[in-house]
């Protein structure tokens, strides 16, 4: 007794150890492939589905592998053990039992195989409320100035009631198991004793043997039950399994003919016939082509939807051109590692990343060994130092959930701040500037404009003031560029 209390306990432990390394080590390989996979991957994923996959999928497969698969190989080897047993007692009972057993093993693994569509539709319902969740969470202010209040309320109503349904749907399917199941073990048990006390009857069977058959009888109910109980938790942890490893598989950014000795050391950007779609159909730009040069200044103009975006998207390597090509100094960008891009190609998005830390940690993420001067200097160059400098805490302010709250052009000014401590050869900014007052935004392109030698800067802009400073305007006009304003700009 002793030593199978020992031998328990350290069997439990063992299996805990290996579920806890193996959920860690997936959750690492999932956040490893989430840096290599494509932009537009990301795009096409609702932020709660992924946050589900991490949250609720990767424990899911943990107890797949450490209790649910281990505790079904140790059930169904009681079943074949506890069947050679009983055909060594009673070869006719124990036929009559083993006939009984791929009959509801069967019944377990039909059910079990429709509940897993039900899983599935299930686990997408989660997804869905997850994003909603999410959305509330950092969207609240927005919503409660534009008054959105009942509309959130009554959307997230609807997809609550969606997933409840998919919830009851898929439970009540696999709720069947266990109803079933204990039916046919207790009709088998109901023929085996019929046909045991005919052979008692006419003295086939001894009663002690008989006796012990029935006890087979009852002790192969209970694995037997677990067993086919197990397809359920199985199959709904098959499902978790799947959506990791659709994660897994997906596309990488970076091919094999990327070129890994490959330095960007100019900055020359040429964008040669250019045409791109998101959905296959309906062309965002068309034939674009154009070249931007370091020691300049452009801004790319135009209305909203004109392709503005989709431009510096491409530039950034996010998407692959549907035709035409994208250099940087001369070598196609597809060619280029992503943390050759990373390096030397910074951008500036409208709605700029910040983390749970310090505005210090926040600025100096990329180069933790950044000096205190060489903080400021960055600061004052980008104008986030005359905002700083109000916060009691300064540069230790902490910013994230919880914390002060940055607005967003003053979160433009940080996130400046943090590509211009790398010192990149290319610096792409997307409305960096827009919700500033003039006076300051002014004085942050001047300084730009300062320090563009050596570096290809390009602006993603409606300011038609920042526009007449620069050194060249390259116009898109419904996916196209309008030579004739670039022209009359450049001149």
């Known amino acids: 007794v002793v030593l199978w209390y020992v031998a328990s306990n350290e069997s439990k432990r063992r299996m805990s150890l290996i579920s806890l390394s193996m959920t860690s080590h997936m959750r690492e390989s999932l956040n490893r492939k989430l840096m290599r996979v494509p932009v537009s991957y990301i795009d ?78 299930m686990s997408v319902k989660v997804a869905e409320l997850n994003s909603q969740m999410n959305d509330i969470i950092t969207t609240h202010k927005t919503m409660k100035v534009e008054g959105l209040e009942s509309e959130v309320v009554d959307q997230f109503k609807r997809t609550n009631r969606d997933f409840t349904s998919a919830y009851v749907k898929s439970h009540t399917r696999s709720g069947m198991l266990n109803p079933m199941v204990s039916t046919m073990m207790n009709v088998g048990y109901l023929l085996t004793v019929i046909i045991g006390a005919v052979m008692l009857y006419y003295h086939n069977m001894p009663v002690g043997m008989f006796l012990t058959f029935m006890i087979y009888v009852r002790v192969m109910s209970t694995p037997l039950l677990l067993t086919v109980t197990l397809f ?20 990488e950014e970076e091919g094999e003919d990327t070129d890994g000795d490959f330095r960007i050391t100019d900055g020359v950007i040429k964008v040669e016939d250019v045409s791109f779609s ?3 159909e309906r062309k965002v730009l068309k034939g674009v082509s154009v070249e931007f040069v370091p020691g300049k200044v452009y801004a790319v103009t135009g209305s909203t939807g004109s392709g ?49 830390g310090t505005i210090r940690e926040n600025i100096i993420y990329n180069r933790p060994d950044l000096g205190e001067e060489d903080l ?45 401590i790398g010192d990149p050869k290319i610096l792409i900014l997307d409305e960096a500037v827009a919700g500033l007052d003039p006076i300051r935004g002014q004085g942050i392109l001047d300084r730009l404009l300062a320090s563009k030698s050596g570096r290809t800067i390009i602006i993603i802009s409606h ?13 898109l006009e419904e996916g196209t560029i309008n030579s004739h304003l670039l022209d009359v700009n450049a001149s």
């Open 308 to 356: 503005k975006t989709t431009l510096a998207n491409l530039l950034m390597g996010f998407y692959r051109p549907d035709s035409g090509s994208i250099t940087i100094d001369g070598r196609d960008i597809k060619k280029i590692s992503r943390e050759e891009l990373g390096t030397n190609l910074t951008a500036v998005l409208q709605n700029p990343w910040m983390f749970s």
């Open 232 to 251: 359920d938790s199985i199959r709904e942890e098959t499902v978790s399994l799947n959506r990791i490893m659709d994660v897994l598989n997906a596309p």
């Open 44 to 121: 096409n994923t609702l932020a709660g589905d992924m946050s589900s996959r991490f949250t609720n999928d990767i424990p899911a497969v943990s107890k797949l592998v450490s209790s649910d698969y281990t505790g079904f190989i140790a059930h169904l080897t009681m079943i074949v053990s506890i069947l050679l047993m009983m055909l060594i007692s009673s070869p006719v009972l124990g036929l009559i039992f083993l006939l009984m057993v791929p009959v509801v093993i069967f019944i377990g693994w039909r059910i079990s195989t429709r509940s897993e569509r039900d899983f599935s539709e």
């Open 376 to 420: 400021k200097e960055v600061a004052s160059l980008t104008g986030l130092d005359s905002y700083v400098n109000e916060l009691p805490d300064g540069y230790d302010t902490a910013i994230g959930e919880e914390s002060t709250y940055i607005p967003l052009p003053q979160r433009r000014l940080l996130a400046l701040s943090r590509a211009l």
């Open 278 to 280: 998101y959905n296959g």
């Open 463 to 475: 300011n038609q003031a920042l526009i007449e400073q620069v050194d060249e305007v390259v116009h």
